[in-house]
């Protein structure tokens, strides 16, 4: 039904005519289809504006903390990392996307109030973005936060990117400039199974799925940091600022004697030219991620993700305000409201083809559109029967079957424990 209504919305609108007026009597005669859903909203009464004005207060919280980790690791950090000649990490990121696209940072609250000391977005940033219209998976130290060394949050939020980007089958870019693990909490962040050196094996395992790994090395690289370009199938380094080595200067010195600058000991000649650990050589950080670019746009994988967000053909916007949805949820978590209010405001056309919509009626499970991409989408509607639960895994079950993405809406409110007789 689905594929119909969007080959529906592809054809013209005169061989579209007969089959949209039929189905459309046969919908409204039978209510069958993917209907339309209705607005539901009380404007006019108090709750829509407490709603209002309560979510509009954590909004404000939420900008606030998020102003406070986008300036990194403070201003005179900051300065430092530009008298160097380097860009900050989401700097970083802003010239490698196509021009105009939007980025997703994940995690970006990561870290805060975790330690006694500030780690704004956990001394790293991830997240997705296109390059040459190919969405890749962004992994960039910050070298303004405690030199972009490794806490155990800062791994975990790395690890939780290379899970999404194996999942998803997404490029990763690595923007290396870390001083590898955080000697004092190096203890908590060695030992494991999911700790530091996950991350080299989820390089080597994606690598082998063939999900490209690239690496560009902006900065120092040091001690663990310095496995993540090894790692990687192609990388590039920038000449002074990018180098590679396991123990600085200060430690060649004290276990040898020799004094070494740490260009000759690591840095982009060496490992270009010698060791050949890196595969590029970028004159300046500008000049290195436009390399990244171009290796990105040489990648020969099965297809790219359709951007869909720039072709309005293959999609509709919600008939309703998606603004709303600040006034639907209500302050007091005690009382309910219908999960239906928030699809309409979120999928295409607000449309919503319900899945066994008369059974185990407070999970409300469906298919949609959003941007054009099939959807499955989950939300409690209240209390969580037996049959809701029964609904549910049918569904899931239906989505995994049909390879379709799946949205969960949870408000769990409850569960009743009990059997289904």
Not at 290 to 299: A, D, E, F, S, Y
């Amino acid at each position: 039904m689905l594929r119909r209504f969007a080959a529906r919305r592809l054809r013209p609108a005169a061989a579209a005519g007969y089959h949209s007026s039929a189905t459309a009597a046969a919908a409204d005669a039978y209510g069958g289809g993917a209907s339309v859903l209705p607005d539901g909203l009380d404007r006019s009464s108090d709750a829509y504006a407490s709603n209002a004005a309560a979510v509009g207060g954590l909004l404000s919280d939420l900008r606030a903390r998020v102003s406070q980790v986008l300036a990194g690791g403070g201003a005179e950090a900051v300065r430092r990392n530009k008298e160097r000649g380097k860009l900050l990490p989401r700097e970083r990121i802003d010239r490698m996307l196509d021009p105009g696209a939007s980025f997703l940072e994940l995690s970006q609250l990561a870290g805060s109030g975790v330690y006694e000391e500030a780690l704004p977005s956990g001394g790293i940033i991830t997240g997705i973005g296109p390059v040459h219209g190919r969405l890749c998976m962004f992994v960039a130290n910050d070298p303004t936060t405690k030199g972009g060394t490794y806490y155990p949050i800062t791994v975990k939020k790395h690890l939780r990117a290379q899970e999404i980007a194996s999942e998803c089958k997404l490029p990763c870019i690595y923007l290396v400039d870390s001083g590898g693990a955080n000697l004092p909490r190096q203890a908590e962040v060695f030992p494991d199974r999911d700790n530091f050196g996950r991350i080299f094996y989820n390089q080597a395992k994606m690598s082998s799925d063939g999900i490209p790994q690239i690496a560009l090395v902006l900065g120092s690289c040091t001690a663990g940091g310095a496995y993540i370009p090894a790692m990687a199938d192609e990388s590039i380094i920038v000449k002074g600022n990018g180098t590679i080595f396991l123990a600085g200067p200060p430690l060649v010195k004290a276990a040898t004697g020799e004094e070494i600058s740490a260009e000759d000991l690591g840095g982009a000649s060496v490992h270009c030219k010698i060791s050949g650990v890196s595969d590029h050589f970028a004159q300046d950080e500008l000049h290195g991620l436009t390399m990244g670019r171009n290796i990105v746009k040489n990648l020969h994988l099965a297809a790219k993700t359709p951007n869909t967000q720039n072709s309005s053909c293959y999609y509709q916007e919600p008939l309703y305000d998606v603004q709303e949805l600040r006034s639907i949820a209500p302050s007091d978590l005690k009382q309910s409201f219908d999960i239906r209010s928030v699809i309409a405001r979120i999928v295409d056309g607000s449309e919503f083809d319900e899945f066994k919509k008369l059974y185990g009626t407070t999970l409300v499970t469906g298919f949609a559109r959003i941007y054009g991409q099939p959807v499955g989408i989950i939300g409690n509607n209240g209390i969580l029967f037996t049959e809701s639960a029964l609904k549910g895994s049918h569904f899931i079950e239906l989505c995994a079957q049909r390879n379709i993405p799946l949205i969960f809406l949870q408000n769990i409110t409850g569960f009743m424990v009990c059997y289904l007789i």
